[in-house]
């Protein structure tokens, strides 16, 4: 089993900024791309930015030029680095991450979720 803990979500006004990390343990034996979620209340799950092994990325057109995303393979963390925030930014943030595992011998590749920080922006 792989565990995602996420932190750094909290209240800020408009025009601040937060950072978010989500670190990965357990039966890791690589981890694939690794992302960040939101889900405002009222709406459905939207992914805001991915990161694969390699540090390519992409990101949602409401965010684009405003988040960052990285990772350190190291530390099986990702991060969230969001400067600028707006209200409408204000959601519960999920990070995900595809896992390989070696289970009994063999390769197992599952996606997991973190259980989500929320995000406040005031204006």
Same mark, same amino acid.
């Given at each position: 089993q ?5 932190s750094?979500g909290?209240?800020? /006004? $408009?025009? +601040?900024?937060? #950072?978010?990390?989500? &670190? ?7 981890? =694939? ?5 939101? /889900? $405002?209340? +009222?709406k459905? #799950?939207?992914?805001? &930015?991915?990161?694969t092994?390699?540090?390519s990325? =992409? ?8 988040f960052?995303?990285? #990772? ?7 991060y ?9 930014d ?18 197992i ?15």
């Amino acid at each position: 089993q792989v565990q995602l803990v996420e932190s750094g979500g909290g209240l800020v /006004q $408009a025009g +601040g900024s937060l #950072r978010l990390s989500c &670190a990965a343990s357990g039966s890791i034996f690589r981890i =694939n791309a690794m992302g960040w979620y939101r /889900q $405002a209340p +009222g709406k459905q #799950r939207e992914l805001v &930015a991915t990161v694969t092994t390699g540090g390519s990325t =992409n990101y949602a057109d409401s965010v684009r030029g405003r988040f960052t995303i990285s #990772r350190d393979n190291a530390k099986n963390t990702e991060y969230l680095q969001m400067p600028s925030l707006k209200p409408e930014d204000t959601a519960v943030y999920y990070c995900n991450a595809e896992v390989v595992e070696g289970v009994s011998g063999y390769y197992i590749v599952r996606n997991y979720w973190g259980q989500g920080t929320q995000v406040t922006v005031s204006s």
